[in-house]
């Protein structure tokens, strides 16, 4: 079993940044493909970015060019590096990894653009 902690949330001003870390642990061998969703108040959940454990990144087209994924293998950690955050970006966020093709997610942290 996979236990995934986010943290790093907060309240930030349109145009701040923000970076969010989600640490694996428990039976955290093979770990594969991690990501960051979000989900907003009233929307469904969404995909932010995703790494694979070799670090290829994908990236939802409203955050391409402001967020950036990446990982430490070593650490078991996936981090989100957020700037230029508008409001729209608030939501909650959410970390999922892979294991044998098992999908674990963390209970997400909350992150506030506001002025």
């Known amino acids: 079993q996979v236990h995934l902690v986010e943290s790093g949330g907060g309240l930030v001003q349109p145009g701040g940044s923000l970076r969010l870390s989600c640490a694996a642990s428990g039976s955290i061998f093979n770990i594969g493909d991690m990501g960051w969703y979000r989900q907003a108040p009233g929307k469904q959940r969404e995909l932010v970015a995703t790494?694979?454990?070799?670090?290829?990144?994908t990236y939802a087209g409203s955050v391409k060019g402001r967020f950036t994924i990446s990982r430490d293998n070593a650490k078991n950690t996936v981090y989100l590096q957020m700037n230029s955050l508008k409001p729209e970006d608030t939501a909650v966020y959410y970390c999922k990894a892979f294991q044998w093709e098992v999908a674990y997610w963390g209970k997400g942290t909350l992150v506030t653009v506001s002025s």
């Open positions: 790494i694979t454990h070799s670090s290829s990144t």
